[in-house]
């Protein structure tokens, strides 16, 4: 009763200078970085999985043949 409440602060900021369309171009432009990366990696690492499973599987066949 006789300590104050903490409360959230209120900010009431309007910025200076805001361009409606410059925002929505860097919201376009990161939105289709985004998907090539994401797309791009995705492929690498499938080749990469793809790859060691090959070397594996061709490593368990000559131990099992009796060839290493």
């Known amino acids: 009763m006789l ?14 200078f805001y361009k409606q369309e410059r925002d929505e171009l860097n919201k376009k432009r990161k939105r ?10 995705r492929r690498k690492k499938s080749t990469v999985i793809w790859f060691v499973l090959i070397i594996l599987i061709l490593y368990i066949y000559l131990k099992l043949s009796g060839g290493i």
Do not use: A, L
Request: glycine content about 0%; charged content about 40%; overall charge positive.
């Open 32 to 41: 289709i970085k985004f998907n090539s990366v994401r797309k791009y990696q």
């Open 3 to 16: 300590m104050k409440k903490p409360r959230h602060r209120v900010f009431d900021y309007t910025p200076r």
